[in-house]
């Protein structure tokens, strides 16, 4: 199974970029990467994904290294409200889609 | 447009029960993917189900099941319920593959 690893913690100044790291070296061919988060008492939320190019939504940017074996999730401003866990997961092309530990994520004021 | 829905929120059960838990997805979404979460393990995949069929399954003992109905409401259930099942179950549902999954709030279950 191509797995995602990630740092257990990281944090933030509030306003300040946020870069999250994420390896996934066994990443296959078809597999798309994809981010959410979750915030204390709620179940996850979709953040970004994608395959092999750059994306930027209206929260966050996805950097994909060329060779597909690691991204990054990039916050551009962080606020209070971004504090959660961040979740990087390799989608298989079945719609297999497994969750790692993430990255909790605080956000100091 | 409505979000997903699962039902119940809250549950207790005792060792050796069995209980069934129902997830209702966004209208028009026909995967429906089902999660545990523990404090100890994370978030853990249970199965996916598309189109009434099963397409994915986790490492779960054949305790736990599933099915999707023809309108693509889904429900699972666990069967001799242990201590360890006490979890957060989580269901998604996604339009299409590659697409974002929706989450629901949950089913908190607690086994006594």
């Known amino acids: 199974d191509a797995k995602t690893t990630q740092p257990n913690s990281m944090e933030s100044n509030e306003e300040e970029p946020v870069h999250l790291p994420c390896n996934h070296s066994?990443?296959?061919?078809?597999?798309?990467i994809h981010w959410y988060r979750q915030l204390p008492s709620q179940g996850p939320e979709y953040v970004i994904h994608?395959?092999?190019s750059n994306v930027n939504n209206r929260m966050a940017s996805l950097a994909i290294a060329e060779d597909r074996k690691s991204s990054t999730l990039i916050l551009h401003r962080a606020t209070l409200r971004d504090a959660a866990v961040y979740y990087c997961?390799?989608?298989?092309?079945?719609?297999?889609?497994?969750f790692g530990a993430g990255t909790r994520l605080t956000v100091k004021p | 447009k409505a979000g997903v829905t699962q039902t119940p929120r809250y549950l207790i059960k005792t060792r050796g029960q069995q209980v069934t838990l129902s997830c209702s997805p966004i209208s028009g979404h026909r995967s429906v993917s089902w999660y545990q979460q523990t404090p100890g393990q994370g978030l853990q995949f249970l199965f996916e189900?598309?189109?009434?069929?099963?397409?994915n399954k986790g490492n779960f003992p054949g305790r736990f099941s599933g099915r999707q109905f023809s309108n693509s409401r889904s429900e699972m259930n666990v069967s001799t319920l242990e201590l360890g099942d006490s979890a957060l179950y989580l269901c998604a549902s996604s339009w299409a593959d590659h697409n974002e999954q929706f989450f629901g709030p949950g089913t908190r279950l607690t086994v006594l």
């Open positions: 066994t990443i296959s061919g078809t597999d798309y």
């Open positions: 189900y598309f189109s009434e069929t099963q397409r």
């Open positions: 997961i390799l989608r298989k092309e079945n719609n297999d889609m497994r």
């Open positions: 994608g395959l092999t």
